[in-house]
């Protein structure tokens, strides 16, 4: 006799809103890509000391590529970092559920059904992911290391 297994996403309307925390996050990414697309990068150095060696890890560019992002440039987030463009377009989303929430007292609410061999394959693909991106961003350190502190 089969069993059934649980979905591995499922998306559900509730009386109440169990992401709070994901609202917040979502509106602290989306001020500070707004106010580097307002007024460009903030006007302290944010790299570590691997950074001035040469060394770049996966987040490397994501502070421009988020002021890009935010200006709606998205050719140029790419360039940086793709990384910030699901950063910033997620936390869009995150904050149109919030909006949409609080206007009909629905919230979509997404969860996951974890299994065991369900979370292998996610941290398997997300560091397979997080490795290629390091990649990534290390064959375009010329690029993430010059001009890093540009202030209007």
């Not at 629905?106 to 693909?125: C, E, H, K, S, Y």
């Not at 490795?131 to 001009?147: C, F, H, K, P, T």
Request: hydrophobic share 55%.
């Amino acid at each position: 006799m089969p069993t059934a297994t649980k979905p591995f996403l499922r998306l559900r309307v509730e009386p109440v809103d169990r992401h709070r925390w994901l609202t917040a996050g979502a509106v602290l990414a989306l001020a500070a890509a707004a106010l580097m697309a307002a007024f460009g990068l903030p006007p302290v150095d944010l790299h570590g000391p691997l950074h001035m060696l040469g060394i770049m890890d996966p987040f490397c560019g994501g502070t421009r590529a988020a002021r890009y992002a935010g200006q709606g440039n998205l050719a140029e987030a790419w360039r940086y970092n793709p990384l910030s463009i699901v950063i910033v377009y997620g936390a869009l989303a995150a904050v149109a559920r919030a909006g949409l929430g609080l206007v009909t007292r629905r919230w979509l609410t997404l969860t996951i059904g974890w299994t065991p061999a369900r979370r292998r394959w996610v941290i398997t693909i997300a560091l397979v992911l997080l490795v290629l991106l390091e990649l990534r961003q290390q064959l375009r350190a010329d690029l993430l290391m010059a001009g890093t502190n540009t202030w209007p």
